[in-house]
């Protein structure tokens, strides 16, 4: 409550706005670009264009909530920074905000994901931050949130927890939208910019959700179908049904008697058996659909924007190529704006094994 | 309103000058975790705790998460708690603790009646806040089940208010910010959250979360009405310490307890 009303005010607050657009501008490289992709487009028989989120400082979407977040933390008088990550790339993040702002930060980390991204683990000692692993139930992203809850219930008068994406208590799924929505705000400028029209098909890969809903949030007022995907190990809004867990109600993948279902899939950050709440409204009212992949499906898709554009994306985003790969005839003549919240650079280790090139 | 078998204990037990010790055991850890429970009540408690077992048991530390993973891998459900319990007929009140999804699963009255049939008299769950949860005090009101609330450090006054005219059995004050677990000495904000919340309401209060001993216990018992030891016991359950483990260390906690505060008589 002490948030809600923290947060109401310095985003009413024009000195606050001030400081992150500034921060967004001449730190974080905001705006991203928008990217036509002509060889990837003749290869799917419809026009993709990328919001290229991967381009931002610490490589993804998440930057954009983070620096939103550690500037509200510091304006609370709070001078530590906890957080739950999943690949990393939220940690990393945090930890680059709390090393900008000059404050502490303790990221909760999968013990499972700490060993598939440890690159990201690095990065995040690097950048100052002490990264504990949680060691309960799946010991991944579900788990790291759990953690991460622990501890700020006990250190709330000094710490801020800062939440990766638009799920939990009040006023998080609210407060990390806003935080994201310049995402969607940018490229619909871009897209009446460059294409003269709004795209037919807006999708984002989804495992909290907070890209998705940051790209969302431009186009809800459009006539543009917005198309969250999913991993098939993970689909909550795809197979979840309602539930309470992390202080928010939201799809949720769950067995008979209520207790969470572990989700699995080849992305660590989209391994969460739960979604935001502001997915499930969207789905329910039928305004966004949501659709799953496979995790070959998806080893498939990130090979193939690589080959065909020059650009490695997270294993996140390579969930909405596989969706566009397997939608080819559907999507035929379409403009499809897909965000691609994150670069692949944290990703090459895991898929060099798969991929045995 | 008539109260429930729950608070009326817990208010004798405050009228004669004595406190109330609730411990916790985790339903369904172990085959025989009903002598866990027997023990307990051998061993002077006034009313016990079950905790049914939740994937993501947030407001627990270590000990407890342990012994919630044991019992959900063993196939342990809600509803083989309740059926383990039919027919137990405790001589003391019973609360059932767990998490809100549990209830929101099964659908709000349906888990109520699943406890009064169990015998199980209260209900704790720590993750609905109070001002969502009118739906379920409703269905708990209802069908009978005292709904246990709780008061933080972090409490503001209103609140406490708030808290003290809608729980029912008793307040669950917070020992301190943080999760379940023993902790070296008791922590300043339990007496002082206990002293506060009593300010606030007639229904009894109980401190729990980092009570490691007995001594801490009599500490917190200066304000509250009495104390919840749940790490504690849980740790020489997980331990395979067994049964008569339990009931000698609920025993020494009784004994603590009744002699720091002897009662009226």
């Known amino acids: ?357 | 309103m008539t109260l429930g078998r729950l608070e009326t204990t817990l208010r004798a037990v405050r009228d004669s000058g004595r406190k109330s010790l609730v411990p916790y055991v985790t339903g369904g850890l172990g085959d025989d975790w009903l002598a866990s429970v027997a023990a307990v009540i051998d061993g002077g408690a006034n009313a016990c705790e079950i905790g049914i077992p939740f994937s993501d048991p947030v407001m627990d530390g270590p000990i407890i998460q342990q012994a919630n993973d044991l019992a959900l891998e063993s196939g342990v459900t809600p509803h083989t708690i309740a059926e383990d319990l039919r027919g137990f007929e405790s001589p003391i009140p019973l609360a059932a603790m767990t998490y809100y999804n549990i209830a929101y699963r099964m659908g709000h009255e349906r888990f109520a009646q699943l406890l009064v049939d169990a015998g199980i008299s209260g209900a704790i769950l720590p993750d609905i806040p109070m001002d969502e949860s009118a739906e379920w005090m409703t269905a708990a009101e209802k069908i009978g089940v005292e709904n246990i609330l709780f008061a933080a450090p972090t409490s503001p006054d209103d609140r406490l208010t708030k808290t003290g005219e809608l729980a029912r059995g008793f307040v669950y004050a917070v020992g301190l910010l943080g999760v379940t677990g023993e902790r070296a000495s008791l922590a300043a904000s339990a007496i002082e959250i206990a002293s506060r919340a009593k300010a606030h309401t007639d229904v009894p209060v109980l401190v729990g979360v980092g009570i490691g001993s007995p001594e801490q216990a009599v500490e917190a018992c200066a304000q509250a009405d009495g104390v919840i030891i749940g790490s504690t016991v849980v740790r020489r359950l997980v331990e395979g310490q067994g049964a008569d483990a339990v009931r000698d260390l609920i025993a020494t906690y009784r004994a603590a307890l009744d002699e720091a505060f002897p009662g009226n008589d």
């Open chain 1, 1 to 357: 409550m002490q948030l809600e009303q923290a947060f109401t005010e310095a985003w009413a607050d024009a000195s606050f706005r001030a400081e992150l657009d500034g921060l967004l501008k001449d730190y974080a490289g905001r705006p991203s670009p928008l990217t036509d992709c002509p060889r990837l487009s003749e290869e799917f028989g419809f026009t993709v264009v990328l919001k290229r989120e991967d381009l931002n400082h610490t490589g993804s979407h998440k930057i954009n909530n983070v620096l939103g977040q550690a500037l509200l933390a510091k304006r609370m008088g709070k001078t530590r920074l906890v957080a739950e990550t999943g690949a990393g790339q939220h940690g990393v993040a945090t930890a680059t905000a709390a090393a900008l702002l000059g404050m502490e930060c303790l990221v909760y980390m999968g013990e499972v994901d700490m060993k598939r991204q440890e690159l990201n683990v690095f990065r995040m000692k690097l950048l100052g931050a002490e990264v504990t692993p949680a060691l309960s139930g799946s010991r991944t992203l579900k788990d790291a949130v759990n953690e991460a809850m622990r501890d700020w219930v006990a250190t709330v008068e000094e710490s801020h927890y800062c939440l990766g994406s638009v799920m939990g208590p009040h006023p998080y799924p609210y407060m990390v939208r806003e935080f994201h929505r310049v995402i969607g705000s940018e490229a619909r400028e871009q897209m009446l910019e460059r294409h003269g029209r709004d795209p037919d098909v807006v999708t984002a890969c989804v495992g909290g959700g907070s890209n998705a809903a940051g790209i969302f949030s431009g186009f809800v007022d459009t006539d543009a179908e917005l198309i969250g995907i999913e991993p098939a190990g993970g689909a909550a809004v795809g197979n979840g049904v309602p539930g309470v867990v992390h202080g928010m109600l939201s799809y949720l993948k769950q067995d008979e008697h209520g207790q969470v279902l572990e989700a699995e899939s080849i992305s660590a950050g989209l391994d969460y058996p739960g979604v935001g709440p502001e997915h499930s409204h969207l789905a329910a009212i039928g305004r966004a659909r949501y659709e799953s992949v496979t995790d070959a499906e998806v080893i498939d898709a990130f090979q193939i924007l690589p080959r065909t554009e020059g650009i490695i994306p997270a294993l996140e985003c390579a969930h909405a190529l596989a969706w566009m790969s397997r939608e080819r005839a559907s999507l035929a003549g379409k403009i499809v704006l897909m965000n691609l919240s994150g670069r692949g650079d944290k990703d090459v280790t895991q898929m060099m094994d798969i991929l045995e090139l």
